[in-house]
């Protein structure tokens, strides 16, 4: 079978057949899976003396091309031989270890992608970096050199004093242009001096800054050590309010971890809250963590990649990539803000971390740690039910109050017209300046606007490639999609009528608040951060430390500063549409805000200062904003559980997504009810039962809805169509939907199906 390439190898050595293996091996038959959309391992002739094992990096023929996979079984090949394509080289890296490979399989199973896909998840590190070039240093050879000249002399001595720097270091640190340095090196004077590699992972030390613990801490953090110590799956549910000192606690089952000669894994949410949290590690262990992000260059990863296969990397914090790293020696998994919707991979394969993280960790056999303020509703049904063990810890650090939170009614208290500050919040505001602290306004939209209309006609901005509002960036004066990445100049004049001076942005973004909040506030430092603003890891954590610093008055934020930070002067935090989250049809919108309106109030006053917090609302009555303003998060917990279980959702029942999209809509919604009607068609199965067609779906039967137009209908130029899948725990999902694309129509003309199972998004 012909298949696309994947690519051949460019950073590590291939060797040629039979070389660097056992010369005395016996010729085999091989499996190998290619990271290409394909689901079968295909089998290839190794010839005798390669010695290949599964997880071993090969390089074979996949059609007209050569491509690297990995091995994925290995047998002895018959004594007649055979007519199989040979295997052309082996890759000079670290095999896969088993439990990688088993977890590669159970993606693929759980979100029915070809496994070749899986697979990429942990391919890509390796190949996608240049071999690095070698790095070379200046040192003096002690040779004199022909003519001797101030310059010449400011350089050699630079040399003695500082050696092994580049040239243009050299000639920076003496003062003299790059000449000087060219003829010292040409009349020998001077040499150059091959670099080792910068070292991939510093070696941490577990008891290099041990923490002093409240009690409650000590309890948690004993009870995780003890699990790390004795090895073995355990999941740990670690919950407490912010600013209990979370990360303190599961840092000890970390340092129990590198006592073990083990590695651990810790999981961030957000690429920009690495940074905070190495510098954590690197207090409190004497060392940085190796870090893996996609923001990290690619040699830097590829690096990162061996140390972890070897061992040499103890401790990696990352994304959620970092799941497919190939750990020697996991003995520890930590998801630090467990409920974050971030966790969920939207494209391609699409699987969500924290349940990746749980199923790694039994396959490794090591512990598995879920740390949340705010629990998702799943990890608590399964702390609940027995499944996971729960640590809690109820105190702030120190003993510090958690800040009094109220609400500031909008039908009562509603802002000035054009503003979206209330006047109550901006007294509270004005108290804060006042008192040398700092105030945080939450907005959890990007931009300054999420609309831009015309006055005279009505016009608004879309994008030309979804149905989707165009935001209002006014630092960069574009409007951007959200969604596809379209951008536009903000024009002068209504593109649709010719009006001038009619375009109105609608709505508050941050930077609208960060203008309002400086209008009302002149002479206070205003710092605005969300993810549009900041470049990648290091500016972040450059801002994150000015915040900490005392070097701004006002935070104006979006979800980014909500989660896992600790300023100490910060004492007011106000949202600014506490309740937006609410209006949406997510099964998961009431918890999603619970979360939210927690994690960002739970921002003030953890340190000596009291803090307080308000919510601009309109609706103060629901059920959320009761839970949140009487700090009572365990009536939030019961009431979400109840309806959850009445209505059969997760983690009651089981949701799949089926998104059938392409070029046209009629082409489109076509073959989504020929998808929807070959349900009804399938074979009876013991694993599965359907209603039949018209009638509602039963406790124990799986419930097809749609299809639907999905509520963003054109996304990057493709029509969108819906399913939803309803499944009891019983039935087998999987099973169902890999029949149902087995008896529905071909996905040609452009036409393609997406599979999400278990989706965090209904748009």
């Known amino acids: ?155 050699l001595d630079a040399a003695r004093r500082t050696p092994r720097q580049s040239k243009a270091a050299l000639a920076r640190e003496a003062g003299v242009s ?51 110590a004795a090895g073995g799956f355990e999941a740990t549910l670690l919950e407490g309010v912010t600013g209990s000192g979370k990360t303190e606690v599961y840092m000890e089952a970390v340092a129990s971890a590198l006592r ?40 830097r990863r590829a690096r990162a990649w061996s140390a972890v296969a070897t061992g040499e990397a103890k401790i990696v914090v990352g994304a959620r990539s970092a799941l497919f790293l190939p750990f020697s020696t996991l003995g520890l998994i930590v998801v630090d803000e467990e409920h974050d919707a971030a966790y969920k991979q939207e494209d391609g394969v699409a699987y969500h971390a924290r349940d990746m993280a749980v199923a790694r960790a039994r396959l490794e056999g090591c512990a598995v740690v ?35 939170i109220e609400a500031i009614d909008l039908r009562l208290h509603p802002p000035p017209r054009g503003r979206f500050i209330s006047p109550t919040l901006v007294s509270a505001m004005a108290g804060a300046l006042s008192r040398g602290e700092q105030s945080l306004l939450f907005v959890n939209r990007r931009g300054y606007a999420p609309l831009t209309l015309c006055r005279a006609c009505g016009h608004r901005f879309q994008c030309p490639n979804c149905t989707a509002w165009l935001v209002e960036h006014r630092f960069r004066r574009m409007l951007m999609c959200h969604h596809c990445g379209h951008a536009e100049p903000r024009p002068e004049l209504c593109p649709n009528c010719g009006a001038a001076e009619t375009l ?7 930077e609208r608040l960060g203008e309002e909040a400086a209008a009302l506030f002149p002479d206070a430092r205003v710092m605005i ?50 309740d ?61 559980i109840g309806q959850r279980a009445r209505a059969g959702l997760p983690p009651f029942g089981r949701l799949a997504a089926l998104i059938v999209s392409g070029d046209d809509a009629a082409s489109t919604e076509r073959f989504a009810r020929a998808l929807a009607r070959a349900a009804h068609e399938l074979p009876p199965s013991d694993r599965w039962r359907l209603p039949p067609p018209g009638a509602f779906a039963g406790e124990d039967e799986i419930a097809l809805l749609g299809p639907a137009e999905a509520p963003i209908a054109v996304l990057r130029g493709r029509v969108r169509f819906r399913l939803l899948a309803r499944a009891p725990r019983t039935a087998d999902l999987q099973g169902f939907l890999s029949a149902l694309l087995k008896a529905g129509p071909p996905q040609r003309g452009g036409v393609r199906v997406t599979v999400d199972v278990d989706p965090q998004s209904f748009l």
């Open 1 to 155: 079978m012909r298949a696309q390439n994947a690519g051949r190898a460019a950073t590590p050595d291939i060797e040629p057949e039979g070389a660097g293996a056992d010369a005395g091996a016996a010729a085999q038959i091989v499996d190998v899976l290619v990271p290409v959309a394909l689901d079968t391992a295909y089998s290839y002739h190794a010839p005798a003396g390669l010695g290949l094992a599964p997880g071993d990096f090969v390089e074979v023929e996949l059609g007209p091309r050569r491509a690297a996979g990995v091995v994925w079984a290995a047998r002895a090949a018959p004594a007649g031989g055979s007519n199989l394509k040979p295997v052309r080289a082996r890759i000079d890296l670290p095999p896969l270890p088993k439990p990688l490979r088993d977890l590669v399989d159970f993606v693929a199973r759980w979100t029915l992608s070809p496994r070749g896909m899986a697979l990429r998840l942990a391919m890509r590190a390796p190949f996608s970096a240049a071999r690095e070039a070698e790095r070379f240093g200046l040192v003096a050879t002690g040779a004199p050199p022909r003519r001797e000249t101030p310059a010449r002399t400011r350089a």
């Open 178 to 228: 790059a000449s000087v340095v060219d003829g010292l090196l040409r009349e020998g004077a001077l040499a150059l001096e091959r670099l080792s590699s910068p070292a991939a992972a510093p070696a941490p030390d577990p008891e290099f800054a041990p923490p002093t613990l409240s009690a409650g801490q000590s309890a948690a953090a004993g009870a995780l050590s003890r699990s790390v």
């Open 260 to 299: 073990a000669g083990r590695q651990t894994l810790v999981l961030m949410p957000e690429i920009a809250l690495t940074a905070p949290f190495v510098a954590r590690f690197a207090a409190r262990f004497g060392a940085e963590p190796v870090e893996w992000h996609s923001g990290a260059p690619p040699a």
């Open 370 to 404: 879920l740390a949340s303020a705010t629990p998702s509703v799943e990890t608590r049904v399964n702390a609940d039910q027995g499944r996971y063990r729960r640590l809690r810890l109820d105190a702030r650090h120190g003993g510090q109050a958690t800040p009094k």
């Open 504 to 510: 109105t942005a609608c709505g508050p973004g941050v």
């Open 529 to 578: 951060l969300s993810s549009d603003a900041l470049s990648g890891p290091a500016e972040a954590r450059a801002e994150f430390d000015a915040v900490a610093r005392g070097d701004c008055d006002i935070v104006v934020g979006t979800q980014l500063v909500a989660k896992g930070h600790n300023f100490p002067l910060l004492t007011l935090v106000g949202v600014i549409d506490a």
């Open 580 to 640: 937006i989250g609410l209006t949406s049809g997510d099964p998961r919108a009431a918890e999603r805000t619970f979360q939210l309106l927690n994690q960002v109030t739970g921002r003030a006053g953890r340190f000596e200062r009291q803090g307080r917090a308000f919510a601009q609302t309109w609706q103060p009555e629901h059920p959320v904003m009761r839970a949140i303003l009487s700090g009572d998060g365990e009536r939030f917990y019961a009431e979400e």
